[in-house]
């Protein structure tokens, strides 16, 4: 093929990938610009500004790549592990790198030691904050960017989390069906039935054996697709050499949707020497920016 065929290949393709975006599922500038201009930035890293809030004393890092005009701007929900640092994806990994590149507005809350319960209980040892976790998502979090024009369902909302993170962001998903377009569960656990011998399932909602409904149903992600449906692409990724949580988690989660929501796309991804730690969770970051963008330009609902 000439050089001047493939420019208009590739220009026709760029073309058609254009065409294919629904824009009405894009933010538009005036978004990003409204929140830009009700808060001051911390700090700019490599082109993309960086702002510190403070939402009912909860931290949240918001990460602002410089905009360009011409792109689709997405938000990029981004959930740590048991008691990482929100700031650990973002050093420990290339995600600022992905975010510049394809234009999200990366969203990174403290969660610390919250696993996404919805509610305490008189057994509950484990205390995140005042409310629990998921209420905290909910009530305070998507409410706060809401205000901003962001996080509106339908749109194109992104999930990315690691771990327990992992959990939180299939946990929310089960929880609001409309509001990602597609989601990354990475080394997570999504039914603590498997594993009555969990202990961050037990410091929370007490033992399985006293409480075994309770377990089954609440802040169950499997009981809650199962009752709300779903409605999100999702990329689930493991190590099997995980010895933190067990890759048994990701592969019942992937069956399960596959039996059930075929409309959607669902993949799995089993990476043989993986462990449960940075490396792995950087290595599958283009993979996963690839699953967003390809999923946003065929226009897959």
Partial sequence: MNIIKRHILLFLLFSFSLKAIDWNKCYSIK????FIKNHQYVSIINSISLYTLDIDKVKVDVYIPELNKQSCYKTLLVLPGWKFSRKKW???TRLLKFIKKYQYIAIAPEMNISIYE????????LK???KPGMQFIEEDLLPYFKTYGLFNNNYYNMGLGLSTGARGIVLIASRNPDLFYAIAALAGDYDQTLNPKDN?????YGEYH???NRWETIDNPIYNIQKNGWNTHIYIGHGLKDTIVS???????YQFLKSNFNNKIIVLHLCNDCKHDFSYWDSELEAVFNFYENNIKTNLK
């Fill in 118 to 125: 919805s509610q305490y209980f008189k057994e509950t040892k």
């Fill in 210 to 212: 006293l409480f075994k």
């Fill in 128 to 130: 995140w904050h005042k």
């Fill in 247 to 253: 890759y048994k988690y990701s592969k019942h989660l």
């Fill in 90 to 92: 973002f050093k420990e």
């Fill in 200 to 204: 961050l399932i037990r410091l929370t």
């Fill in 31 to 34: 978004n990003i610009e409204f």
